[in-house]
């Protein structure tokens, strides 16, 4: 029996964050869902599958996953970026769920089966000051995380990324016409990152996995000079030192010090990071699925790396959807070289929307063993919350010249 897409719909919504979800029915009645949120970017990912790639999916064979990512993929002639690779990814990851369900198995055997009994996550845990950073620790570890992302405010600057001066969460988008405007002071910053650090882990002890983030904020000078004042608070990673497209800058870095390098989140294809793991100069590969062009293609980067001792460490933040949380989930329980998954966690409103399987407990994810990637989606629920313009927030230094993200 052939199996073919008879629909291909896009639905946009915000259950306290905009997401963009693809939803593929089969000619057999299977529902396959696929992610494709680009934070800040929603609609233009949204147009992409709705006016290019729903009309070339009507039709075909829903069980031919390969061949539809390189009908995509290779058959196109603008190929990569985060808009398209999204698209493709949302694609795949609705392919692999079908084929899940039709298989009657969960996403993560048909990759090979586990490799693992469940993932280490990660999660965030932020605060202005150093007190208010410890107690958004001892939280995290309240729930069971045994390993936490740490970011603080720093002295002299008003704002700073993903940091809220009041005790609590942060949604890493605002809301409105355009972006906020940050003001950024990298030597600020650099005054205060290792003595906060440095403080943290004597205040937490030798066991509790630190990481920390810099938002491809430094030179490579600068981050050598960073990575080489961490290396006695024993980071599970420093991530994202520098601008994220020039590979060669990692080089320097490396030469400086020895504290782990993660970077990746804004990847979209190996094309991205084939020297970084060629030549060694990262520990972490933290592309996510959605982001690089769904499971197939994430699987392929993450073989790639295996031979380089480079591990897989997947963007898991709350501005991509409970399925790419899912798809990661199934690739890292099968996935030999994954080392940790991040679980930045969502307003419970997304749950209304998206109802999942997987599961969190004890800092451990796991997949669960519904067919397919066990993620439902409730359209009715989503039409009640419709999108609204959102965006990251944009830095400039004090001089006001634009600084990288
Ligand atoms: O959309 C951007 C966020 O996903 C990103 O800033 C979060 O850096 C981040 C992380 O490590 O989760
Ligand atoms: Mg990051």
Sequence with gaps: MTR????????????????????????????????????????????????????ALVGRDAEKIEDTWQ????GVYWRRGPIGMAAIGAVDMALWDIKGKAAGMPVYQLLGGAVRDKILAYTHATGWTLPELLDSVAVRRA????????????????T???VSRTPGGYEPAGRGAGPVEERWDTSAYLRHAPELLRSVREAVGPELTLLHDVHHRLTPTEAGRLGRSLE???????????????????????QHTTVPLAIGEVFN???DAHELISERLIDYI?????????????????????????KGAPHGPSDVSPINMAASLHLGLATTNIAIQEHMGYDPLVFEVFHVGYQLADG???????????????EKAAAHFPYRQAYLPVARTLDGTMKDW
């Design 364 to 378: 451990y994810l796991h997949p669960g063993e519904a067919p397919g990637l066990g993620v439902d989606v409730d």
């Design 286 to 310: 933290r592309m996510a699925v959605v982001h690089a062009g769904g499971i197939s293609h994430l699987r392929k980067v993450l073989a790639f790396a295996e031979v380089y001792q480079v």
């Design 160 to 162: 700073v990324y993903g």
């Design 232 to 254: 006695d608070v024993d980071l599970f990673w420093l991530e994202d030192v520098t601008p994220a497209e020039n590979q060669t800058l990692l080089r320097a870095v490396r």
């Design 143 to 158: 729930e069971g995380f045994r390993a936490v992302r740490v970011q603080s405010g720093v002295p002299g600057l008003d």
């Design 71 to 74: 009908y995509f993929y290779r």
């Design 4 to 55: 073919t897409i008879t629909h291909a719909d896009v639905i946009v919504t915000s259950p306290s964050r905009n997401f963009v979800t693809l939803k593929l029915t089969t000619s057999d009645g299977l529902v396959g869902w696929g992610d494709a949120t680009v934070n800040g970017r929603e609609l233009a990912v949204a147009s992409y599958l709705r006016d290019h790639l729903v009309p």
């Design 269 to 271: 294809t190996i094309w």
